[in-house]
């Protein structure tokens, strides 16, 4: 933690060990010599000091490391029963105005203020005048305000338990929230009465101005007050002392409103200085528990919900200086879980997917025809294909980086209207655009040594690249201060992100340098040849759309699901996620798969390619009716890997066994497209994957919701997955005709010219 200026004596003339100071903090605090007391009595020292050091009892006081000096002995010690702390080291000291202020960074003005806002107690103000006003009127307008704040949340809080709030307790319980929780952040109903509100108030004795200038009530052109808030769910902001200071207002049907309606600016609140839940969270907060800095109020509450304790929402489109100055009075440990309209996380996941597409879909193409060139026995060929793959890698490497480097800022502020995060989205991948070309030659590397059959060299690379990125995350993002390595936060993560993959592709290159001696890069005299780069895309192209077309079925499907429940749509994002580790497998068994069959294809071997193709149908279906049985007995555990709400359950349970239904259906599917690749034709594979995923899923799903619901929803995965069985098996019939029986053909004749002879 880095030393905070030490105060000066003037400012802290309450202390003991030195004179109080003449004139106005004298004044100041003759005027709230009272209110002093009565801070001291309410808060306790330990209990703040806690929030910034590790304190432990030794014996009648509490000693740790100094905070305001570099040090590692517990020459920090606070007298708990008379309120006071010493070091022995620099001799810093005081009571808790002092430690506050100090460690702050504050005067004793904003010291006061802060703490006496913590808690609860009035301040005297003094005859000094403010905004044109004396002071005693403008405590008196606050005063109003806070009564006026207070009664809206009694009223918006009675709304939610009646009758009229039936639909916002459904909706309530739709996203998981508990009874317990509504209470402790004092949720309520605003109802779509245009006067509700604006009546209690007038009953209550307040004008109409009044409530105008609190921003609860709107005024028409006409003159006559109405809610602003109406059928929403009402999330109160409250001051650390408690007391309600605003609103946020969430529509809960979907209506052509926006989704939020917030509280403006007043006299009482400013949303660049405050934080939302900081009041429910800074108990947890100040117990040592990281402050979980989210976007909006629906965040703070979930998190809530599934016990973590420390989340706190940020108010507005950015994080302020204010915030991060009254977050670190309770911690200098802050997690952002910037996630809610989004996402850091999700937006980097698909740009990650689209950074890699263009490579993997050049790598697929690369890898079937150096195979087939080999299986030809034409080493020059092969190391031809593998040369112009070497090139276009460059080529999408810098095309890439150009795009991406352009596009960052524009692409962030179309999914994001927070600041937060299209910052620390254009600063992550800037850095990772600029190192793509790790990633770019990573993936060159491993289908070169695929393509040879040297699946395990590949995995080394893969491993290590990822290995040496979990190493370096904690590293760069914190910092090690021992060897001098500064905390550089989504910085260092996208630093630890692009190494890990260059050096994942150095040693790749080392790989096939030593150990692919049947293939050799073409050098000396190479001419590009457009034929050959027609042929590697055949493949790489479909493979393209594929990996495209996944995105397609997720937004598709996510629409549909929705339209019936929240939790339906994220029930699909687990299954998905859950599915990959059965498929992994198989798709891992793929990547064997398509050199064999690719080698053998130029080798003029059918017999090589059926077995081959047998064997991979036989082992994908044993490695799915695992799947099935898994996901068939125990889909409830599985989906509490995900800390699921009841209705995750509820709808996951039967989601989960019915999807896998088509695991084995799937897996057959992708074996023989993995076939179709090898053999020259990723147009038949692309087929396949569009009838299993596309074409048929999204329109089935849309049907069967109609029919019988959310839960007949599921069943379009495992109708399409059949369709996409279907018109594989008949295609690869038709290249079996085509390519296969003519290559069994072909070595009959030659065998019995042979014999002739």
């Given at each position: 933690?880095?030393?905070?200026?030490?105060?000066?004596?003037?400012?802290?003339?309450?202390?003991?060990?030195?004179?109080?100071?003449?004139?106005?903090?004298?004044?100041?605090?003759?005027?709230?010599?009272?209110?002093?007391?009565?801070?001291?009595?309410?808060?306790?020292?330990?209990?703040?000091?806690?929030?910034?050091?590790?304190?432990?009892?030794?014996?009648?006081?509490?000693?740790?490391?100094?905070?305001?000096?570099?040090?590692?002995?517990?020459?920090?010690?606070?007298?708990?029963?008379?309120?006071?702390?010493?070091?022995?080291?620099?001799?810093?000291?005081?009571?808790?105005?002092?430690?506050?202020?100090?460690?702050?960074?504050?005067?004793?003005?904003?010291?006061?203020?802060?703490?006496?806002?913590?808690?609860?107690?009035?301040?005297?103000?003094?005859?000094?005048?403010?905004?044109?006003?004396?002071?005693?009127?403008?405590?008196?307008?606050?005063?109003?305000?806070?009564?006026?704040?207070?009664?809206?949340?009694?009223?918006?809080?009675?709304?939610?338990?009646?009758?009229?709030?039936?639909?916002?307790?459904?909706?309530?319980?739709?996203?998981?929230?508990?009874?317990?929780?509504?209470?402790?952040?004092?949720?309520?109903?605003?109802?779509?009465?245009?006067?509700?509100?604006?009546?209690?108030?007038?009953?209550?004795?307040?004008?109409?101005?009044?409530?105008?200038?609190?921003?609860?009530?709107?005024?028409s052109e006409r003159g006559r007050a109405y809610d602003r808030f109406r059928g929403r769910l009402m999330f109160p902001i409250?001051?650390?002392?408690?007391?309600?200071?605003?609103?946020?207002?969430?529509?809960?049907?979907?209506?052509?409103?926006?989704?939020?309606?917030?509280?403006?600016?007043?006299?009482?609140?400013?949303?660049?200085?405050?934080?939302?839940?900081?009041?429910?969270?800074?108990?947890?907060?100040?117990?040592?528990?990281?402050?979980?800095?989210?976007?909006?109020?629906?965040?703070?509450?979930?998190?809530?919900?599934?016990?973590?304790?420390?989340?706190?929402?940020?108010?507005?489109?950015?994080?302020t200086p204010e915030q991060v100055k009254r977050i670190s009075g309770f911690t200098s440990h802050v997690e952002l879980l910037f996630d809610g309209d989004g996402a850091v996380a999700v937006l980097l996941e698909h740009l990650d997917d689209a950074l890699t597409l263009g490579q993997t879909g050049l790598g697929v193409g690369m890898n079937a025809l150096v195979s087939r060139y080999l299986g030809q026995k034409k080493p020059y060929e092969a190391g031809l294909a593998a040369t112009h793959s070497l090139i276009l890698t460059a080529l999408n490497y810098v095309v890439f980086l150009i795009v991406g480097l352009t596009a960052l800022p524009a692409f962030f502020s179309i999914q994001t209207h927070s600041e937060v995060i299209a910052n620390y989205g254009v600063e992550y991948l800037s850095i990772v655009c600029c190192g793509s070309f790790g990633l770019f030659f990573q993936i060159y590397g491993e289908r070169i040594l695929q393509a040879t059959g040297k699946t395990l060299l590949s995995m080394v690379s893969q491993i290590l690249g990822a290995v040496i990125n979990i190493v370096l995350d904690p590293i760069f993002i914190f910092g090690v201060d021992f060897l001098g390595i500064p905390a550089m936060g989504v910085t260092g993560a996208a630093i630890a992100t692009v190494t890990g993959q260059i050096i994942a592709a150095a040693v790749g290159f080392l790989l096939h340098h030593f150990h692919n001696k049947e293939l050799r890069l073409v050098l000396r005299r190479f001419i590009l040849s457009f034929g050959t780069i027609k042929t590697i895309y055949a493949v790489g192209i479909p493979s393209i759309i594929m990996s495209a077309l996944v995105s397609v079925l997720t937004f598709g499907m996510n629409i549909i699901l929705k339209a019936y429940e929240p939790a339906a749509a994220t029930v699909f994002g687990v299954y998905f996620k859950l599915q990959s580790f059965v498929y992994m497998p198989v798709f891992g068994m793929n990547n064997g798969i398509v050199p064999i069959i690719a080698y053998n294809y130029g080798a003029g071997k059918p017999k090589r390619i059926t077995d081959t193709l047998k064997l991979g149908v036989i082992c994908s279906v044993a490695i799915m009716i695992i799947g099935v049985l898994l996901f068939q007995l125990i889909p409830v555990q599985l989906l509490g890997l995900f800390a699921p709400t009841d209705d995750m359950i509820r709808l996951g349970e039967t989601a989960l066994r019915i999807f896998s239904i088509s695991f084995p259906l799937a897996g057959v599917s992708i074996v023989l497209s993995s076939g179709f690749q090898a053999l020259g034709n990723g147009f038949y594979s692309m087929m396949v994957f569009i009838v299993r995923l596309i074409v048929p899923t999204l329109p089935f799903a849309w049907l069967f919701g109609i029919i019988g619901g959310v839960d007949c929803i599921w069943w379009s995965l495992p109708v399409s997955d059949l369709l996409g069985l279907i018109v594989a098996i008949l295609l690869m019939r038709r290249i079996y005709k085509k390519v296969i029986a003519k290559m069994y053909d072909s070595s009959e004749g030659s065998s019995a010219q042979v014999q002739q002879a």
């Open positions: 933690m880095r030393r905070p200026r030490a105060l000066d004596n003037e400012l802290y003339g309450h202390r003991r060990h030195a004179p109080l100071a003449a004139g106005g903090v004298r004044e100041r605090m003759g005027r709230n010599a009272r209110a002093i007391q009565e801070i001291k009595a309410r808060l306790n020292l330990v209990d703040i000091a806690r929030r910034y050091v590790d304190l432990k009892r030794n014996g009648p006081r509490w000693v740790a490391p100094c905070p305001f000096h570099q040090e590692t002995k517990p020459s920090f010690s606070i007298n708990e029963e008379e309120g006071f702390f010493y070091c022995f080291g620099c001799q810093a000291s005081g009571d808790l105005f002092d430690f506050y202020g100090q460690i702050n960074g504050l005067d004793f003005k904003e010291t006061l203020e802060q703490l006496a806002e913590e808690a609860g107690v009035t301040l005297e103000r003094g005859p000094q005048k403010h905004d044109g006003q004396p002071a005693g009127q403008t405590m008196s307008k606050r005063r109003q305000l806070l009564k006026i704040h207070e009664i809206a949340a009694a009223h918006f809080t009675e709304n939610l338990s009646g009758r009229d709030g039936a639909e916002c307790r459904d909706y309530m319980a739709r996203r998981g929230i508990s009874e317990d929780v509504a209470k402790l952040f004092g949720l309520g109903w605003s109802r779509r009465d245009w006067q509700s509100l604006a009546e209690v108030l007038r009953r209550a004795g307040f004008s109409e101005s009044m409530g105008v200038e609190a921003a609860l009530l709107g005024k409250r001051s650390l002392s408690g007391n309600v200071i605003a609103f946020g207002g969430r529509i809960i049907a979907n209506e052509d409103e926006a989704k939020y309606i917030n509280s403006s600016d007043s006299q009482l609140y400013k949303k660049g200085e405050h934080l939302y839940g900081l009041q429910q969270a800074r108990r947890a907060i100040a117990t040592g528990k990281p402050a979980m800095l989210t976007e909006g109020y629906m965040d703070v509450v979930t998190l809530h919900q599934f016990g973590y304790s420390s989340a706190v929402g940020v108010l507005g489109t950015a994080f």
